[in-house]
């Protein structure tokens, strides 16, 4: 039973894993956050170590984690398997904050593909309204590649998320107003680039921006005034319990208990 548990906690754990990396992303920023883990685990696998065997790094040593004991061999396992979670949230993260570095990154590791810029042939806005709630794009473009013409719909080109919650149908619109406006402005520009495989033309990326820096188009920006909330939410919750315990302290402290010996006068 105790083998059963243990396998079902790490499938589960790789199933959390495997949607957060995977479901959207490249699986080559789970390649970038193994080698990471790697490189910063070995010169940290000595402070590891002596915080889980208390200082004898040992394989041998055992500890203790909510009343069971656990190899030491177990505990470095989970400590890398932490710190690859952790690191694979941070690049994704990173890339997805940053149109110009995703770019960048995605030409550096297709040096056989072939860039080119698109004709765009039409381009809108729309609304979702699921339970996650942003603003996209859709474009059609065409582009020539081995002598042919090509064209193409792209949906969900661009993607515009809100900070505050969307509670009303005028803050729909002024999103997908703003997108449509930072699009007319990518276009005008000539921002945009297609990289197409020369050997498979259906093989392609289309990147439309080349911000450094562009919160609003990660799903960070959506989660970031929960999180937020959510934070403010246990600090006030601290600080009054912190306050409570400092005014029991302070009355604990002055009140004075007088004892009278009653045994002393009685004998007298």
Not at 44 to 62: A, C, H, P, T, Y
Not at 98 to 125: G, Q, V, Y
Not at 127 to 151: D, M, V
Not at 189 to 204: A, D, G, V
Request: glycine content about 4%; hydrophobic content about 45%.
């Amino acid at each position: 039973m105790k083998s059963i548990g243990k396998f079902l906690q790490w499938s589960v754990a790789a199933a959390f894993i495997f949607v957060i990396v995977f479901w959207g992303n490249s699986y080559r920023y789970f390649v970038y956050a193994l080698v990471c883990s790697s490189l910063l685990y070995f010169p940290l696998q000595k402070i590891i170590l002596s915080k889980l065997g208390k200082g004898d790094g040992r394989d041998e040593v055992r500890y203790n984690v909510n009343g069971k004991r656990i190899t030491m061999q177990s505990g470095k396992r989970i400590a890398f398997a932490v710190l690859l979670a952790a690191l694979s949230v941070l690049i994704i993260s990173v890339f997805s904050v940053s149109p110009s570095l995703e770019r960048k990154e995605f030409a550096l590791t297709h040096p056989s593909w072939i860039a080119t810029a698109p004709a765009i042939i039409n381009f809108e806005s729309k609304i979702h309204r699921g339970k996650t709630k942003y603003a996209y794009l859709n474009i059609e473009y065409r582009y020539t590649a081995n002598g042919q013409l090509y064209l193409r719909k792209l949906d969900k080109a661009e993607k515009q998320y809100a900070f505050l919650p969307i509670v009303s149908q005028r803050r729909f619109e002024q999103m997908r107003t703003e997108l449509l406006d930072r699009a007319n402005g990518i276009i005008a520009n000539k921002e945009y680039i297609l990289f197409y495989n020369p050997q498979n033309t259906e093989q392609q990326k289309f990147c439309l921006a080349d911000d450094s820096f562009y919160l609003q188009r990660s799903w960070l920006y959506d989660i970031l005034f929960v999180y937020l909330l959510l934070f403010l939410f246990i600090v006030i919750i601290a600080f009054l319990f912190r306050k409570d315990y400092n005014n029991r302290m302070k009355k604990s402290n002055s009140t004075i208990h007088y004892y009278r010996r009653t045994d002393y006068y009685e004998n007298r």
